[in-house]
């Protein structure tokens, strides 16, 4: 970095969080120039360094010009995708946390707001650790929905909703009954196909794809009403969620014989290690029907991890459960995440369990999206509250 | 061999017993013995994977071998304690032995302790190695660990969710076990060379009490105390080098560190470690042991468990079992009286055997049962009874962590109800002028760790004061009354035994707990906890709803149902002459049962009597006025250490109290 740049001062690198911290404070863009005269600093600045790196950005005071932002906007994406692999944002001010949101929600990128420089920091680190559990850097989204709409005769489930999901990260989607919730899911795990979008999976375009070939592909659900299989037992129903690793021959499966066996045997290993990491080893040789309802769940979700997904949809894990079940279940679902670091899109409606687990929330409502961001936005955010969250009397 | 006297007298210390092979005097000598003698027999088993994994003798050194070398390539120096945490698995046993072999102490913790309790203990027994079990354990530890100065290193077992800790001073077993071979490349005899330093008189391991009273402490017992007290017991008993055991008592208390450690290293039988918690009643039934060990309250729910099911039964099975069950337990009340048993009652008892016994034992998993012992609490009549009814040979035996366990045991064929059994060989009993129960034993504690004072008070002039009150029989067996401190008196002047009443009121399968107040007053009255699933289940039947404990607690139908249980024991009382004042006039149901997480009992299940009464100050002082109901709150804490309020309205009744057997 050239000493005596305008900017010099404000850029510093934090070499142990990988991150360039971003001091916007009290700076004013008021023209192109400007912002181009920044950001040709900061490439020069990153390409010498020949790595990607988080940014941390401090907005405190920071005014940027109606009709600037455009600019802005683009001059920034380019860097991050350039440069990047994630971006924290906070000491925004309101008017324009409105617009950074409003522009999130039509230029698909994360907005990832904060009050403080604390909780920044502390979603930097998650971002970090995602990555490293995945491998995999965030810019690169796991599920990108774009466009996506779906019609049953005259009733519009859902009206071009578009979102991506990142590896690693636990996204919920929230929104009043029929908003179209389950219906995104049917999509996604190719049970509907929509009318008009795509469903980019991996890097691919699966829109099209039946139910058992995107099952194939890593991605597993549970479902809103239980649907085990009543007369077998706990055991038989989480193998059923390993068939589509199953290699058998029928022969050698009715003798029972060598590779048989040995299969078998790794599946019933695999199974085994699910009900440990679950905790139901007492029910394992129970019949499935005879289960109160939240152990139930719990056999349901068990099924689904054992098809090893690298994506996992959950419809309202926790309906009907009282508090001390939800957290179990919550625990069970962030232990999910952080030892296999599967990608989890969760839809559910108790406020508190979404907000404390999530990464990012989307909200749609009669089929539109709404809102989406990390928590602590969408829970102020006006649009969310009048439709769901309620209005102060 | 039992002497009866008042008078106190100076007596020398611990009577003579036969010295140990110096070759065998420690255990990791003992276990070395058992991986050359028999190495292939299977010495301890864990169910996981939803299998059963079995690790013979030669495996328990091996795996004991490389924890130690681990150890000592951290630096673990003779004399250093390891406290140990979690449930019963065979890993925890291995280092335990581990570090026996290094000459260090191992510290037993109870699995369930909260981050306090295991400060306290951590930092008071000086640890500088932990070698815990999984994540919730390093977690409590790791919370702590600054008011720990002097623990260095945390060893974990189950690395699930741990990926991610990045603390240099934490490591799994596995990590630990590596450096051990790396070690053992550079120190090939280490590991036998510090075995081989050993001495019978070394500390074993350091139990530490939570005192009813006061903060816990650390008893410390050495390998000559154990191996020479639990050698007898198994001698007396008979165990064998083929029995089975479950393991499924906390590590922490020193019962299970002599069945589950001591008489398994001496005898060489199987350990079997339960999958969890959750599911250890059906691990039971799959090992089927042929040594069991239970408190009473474990026979207890078992039994009820077995007589609520029986409830769902078809109405002509549950006629025939309990038929059958009569049966027995009149043959057996007549045997524990040593009455004869008629001809008729005795073909009943075999037909009764394929119908009944067998399949019902097989079902509670205990049809192999040779030896099975309960001790720490009188046993209800009835499930004493029961068992013994079904052919299982149930005993009771009486002891203590400062005795090494084993002071007296009921022999076979001496089973009593009321008594604890006569002295095992090499103790002597003795009951002092106010009626206290003293010993000395060759398992007598070498004191109580960096606390000479208490160790002082308890064995005054070479005897162990046992703070129980009791006397030796016609039978020469030792019968135990209550608590010594407890027992107190009436304004009256009325004897007044606490604990003697609650067990009476326990025997009912709708009473968990309770607690009887009165001392210095004009009469008695007690609280009670419900037993959650007896009543329960109760109240499903009659179509009585409740929502939780607390409003389960106060219904008036419930206070109704434990009216006569209450009439029940002051009917008993009545026939005693010294106790015929001490009948309850006053009950209520608590409104949340009696936790050790709240500090209301220890973690073994013994009342903290001065606390409860502080706490529910309210509700006592209700139960001595007119009143016929209180309101009142209580603090609660939760498993994570976090706490809250409950809030009630508790009902009181009188209750009826009856004259001498025989007025009106």
Not at chain 1, 151 to 175: D, P, Y
């Amino acid at each position: 970095m050239t000493p005596g740049g305008r900017f010099w001062d404000r850029l510093r690198f934090i070499e142990a969080l990988e991150t360039l911290d971003v001091d916007f404070s009290k700076l004013a863009f008021s023209s192109k120039e400007d912002v181009d005269e920044f950001y040709d600093e900061v490439d020069r600045l990153l390409q010498g360094t020949s790595r990607r790196w988080y940014f941390l950005v401090n907005y405190a005071g920071c005014t940027i010009a109606e009709d600037v932002w455009d600019h802005f906007g683009e001059r920034g994406k380019h860097s991050n995708i350039t440069h990047g692999l994630g971006t924290v944002r906070f000491g925004v001010s309101a008017p324009m946390r409105e617009t950074i949101r409003a522009r999130a929600m039509l230029a698909q990128f994360r907005a990832n707001v904060f009050e403080t420089r604390e909780e920044a920091l502390a979603a930097l680190a998650e971002l970090r650790k995602r990555r490293v559990v995945t491998g995999v850097s965030s810019t690169e989204g796991l599920l990108q929905v774009q466009d996506v709409a779906v019609r049953f005769g005259g009733i519009q489930a859902l009206r071009g909703v578009s979102f991506e999901v990142q590896t690693g990260e636990i996204f919920s989607m929230i929104g009043p009954n029929g908003a179209g919730k389950t219906s995104m899911l049917n999509v996604i795990s190719g049970f509907y196909r929509p009318e008009r979008g795509r469903i980019v999976f991996k890097g691919e375009d699966r829109t099209n794809l039946k139910a058992y070939e995107v099952a194939e592909l890593g991605v597993a659900r549970t479902f809103q009403n239980v649907a085990l299989f009543k007369g077998m037992s706990v055991l038989d129903n989480i193998m059923t969620g390993r068939l589509l690793k199953m290699r058998g021959s029928f022969l050698l499966d009715a003798l029972w014989w060598g590779p048989a066996r040995r299969q078998e045997l790794e599946h019933r290993a695999a199974v085994e290690r699910i009900i440990d990491f679950l905790e139901i080893e007492a029910i394992r040789k129970a019949p499935a029907g005879r289960l109160p309802y939240g152990l139930q769940k719990r056999v349901e979700l068990a099924r689904a991890l054992a098809a090893e997904p690298t994506l996992l949809l959950l419809d309202e894990p926790m309906a009907g459960m009282n508090v001390e079940e939800k957290e179990d279940i919550a625990r069970f679902i962030l232990d999910i995440n952080d030892e296999w670091g599967t990608t989890i899109i969760l839809i559910e409606h108790d406020m508190g369990v979404v907000m404390d687990i999530s990464s990012h929330v989307l909200v749609l409502d009669y089929g539109a999206k709404i809102a989406e961001g990390s928590p602590g936005e969408v829970r102020t955010d006006p649009a969310v509250v009048r439709a769901y969250l309620g209005e102060p009397q | 061999m039992t002497a009866i006297t008042t008078a106190p007298e100076k007596r020398p210390a611990a009577p003579q017993v036969a010295a140990l092979d110096p070759a065998l005097d420690t255990f990791p000598k003992l276990v070395a013995r058992n991986a050359t003698r028999w190495p292939e027999k299977v010495a301890i088993r864990e169910k996981d994977l939803g299998i059963w994994q079995s690790y013979t003798w030669k495996d328990y050194l091996d795996q004991a071998r490389l924890i130690a070398l681990g150890l000592a390539s951290l630096g673990f120096a003779r004399g250093d304690k390891t406290a140990i945490v979690g449930d019963n698995r065979p890993q925890l046993y291995w280092a335990m032995m581990a570090t026996q072999a290094l000459g260090g102490v191992p510290v037993p913790l109870y699995q369930d302790s909260i981050e306090k309790e295991m400060q306290f203990i951590v930092d008071h027994a000086e640890a500088r190695f932990a070698l815990v079990e999984d994540q919730e354990q390093v977690d409590k530890l790791l919370h702590v660990k600054e008011q720990c100065p002097r623990l260095e290193y945390i060893i974990y077992d189950d690395p699930r969710g741990l990926r991610h800790y990045s603390q240099p001073f934490l490591m799994s077993l596995e990590r630990l076990q590596e450096l051990g071979s790396k070690f053992a490349m550079e120190n090939p005899t280490y590991f036998e060379d510090q075995i081989a330093t050993g001495r019978g008189d070394d500390m074993a391991v350091i139990c530490y009490t939570s005192g009813t009273t006061g903060v816990p402490k650390g008893v410390m017992l050495s390998h000559k105390n154990l191996i020479v007290t639990a050698q007898t017991a198994a001698t007396q008993e008979g165990l064998r080098r083929d029995d089975e055991v479950l393991a499924y008592l906390p590590m922490a208390w020193v019962g299970d560190h002599v069945f589950s450690y001591a008489q398994c290293i001496l005898t060489g039988f199987a350990v079997n470690c339960p999958e969890s918690a959750a599911t250890v009643l059906q691990n039971l039934r799959e090992i089927g042991p042929t040594y069991f060990f239970a408190p009473p309250r474990i026979f207890e729910s078992i039994l009820t468990n077995v007589m609520i099911r029986l409830e769902d039964a078809a109405w002509a099975k549950r006629k025939l079992v309990h038929f059958f069950l009569d049966v027995g337990q009149g043959i057996e009340r007549r045997r524990l009286t040593g009455r004869p048993v008629p001809l008729k009652l005795r073909l009943l008892y075999a037909l009764g055997r394929p119908l009944v016994y067998e399949p019902l034992k097989d079902n509670l998993g205990m049809r192999r049962v040779r030896l099975a012992y309960t001790a720490g609490e009188a046993i209800g009549p009835e499930i004493f009874l029961f068992f013994r009814a079904l052919g299982i040979n149930v005993k009771q035996l009486y002891g203590m962590t400062e005795s090494s366990v084993f002071v007296a045991i009921q022999r076979d064929g001496e089973a009593r109800l009321d008594t604890v059994g006569t002295p095992i060989p090499g103790v002597e009993i003795r009951i002092s002028g106010e009626g206290e129960v003293l010993f000395q034993s060759p398992g007598t504690f070498q004191g109580y760790y960096k606390n000479p004072d208490a160790t002082r008070e308890m064995m005054e002039d070479g005897w162990v004061h046992t703070g129980d009150a009791g006397f030796i029989d016609h039978d020469g067996q030792l019968k135990i009354i209550d608590r010594a401190k407890d027992v107190s008196r009436l304004a009256d002047g009325t004897l007044f035994p606490p604990k003697y009443i609650e067990n009476k009121l326990k025997f009912s399968p709708f009473i968990k707990e309770a607690m009887c107040v009165g001392q210095g007053s004009t009469y008695v009255s007690a609280l009670i906890n419900i037993d959650l699933a007896a009543v329960g289940s109760w109240a499903e039947r009659r179509n009585v709803p409740y929502t939780s404990y607390t409003d389960l607690a106060q219904k008036a139908e419930v206070y109704d149902l434990i009216y006569p249980e209450i009439v029940r024991v002051n009917k008993s009382l009545s026939e005693d002459e010294l106790l015929r004042g001490a009948q309850i006039r006053k009950y209520l149901i608590l409104h949340k049962e009696l936790d050790a997480d709240d500090q209301e009992m220890t973690r073994t299940r013994k009342l903290r009597r001065r606390f409860i009464a502080e706490k529910y100050q309210t509700l006592i002082d209700a139960l001595y006025s007119d009143v016929d109901h209180v309101a009142v709150e209580a603090k609660v804490t939760y498993e994570d250490g976090r706490t809250g309020m409950i809030r009630a309205d508790v009902r009181i009744r009188d209750v009826e109290t009856l004259g001498a057997p025989g007025t009106p």
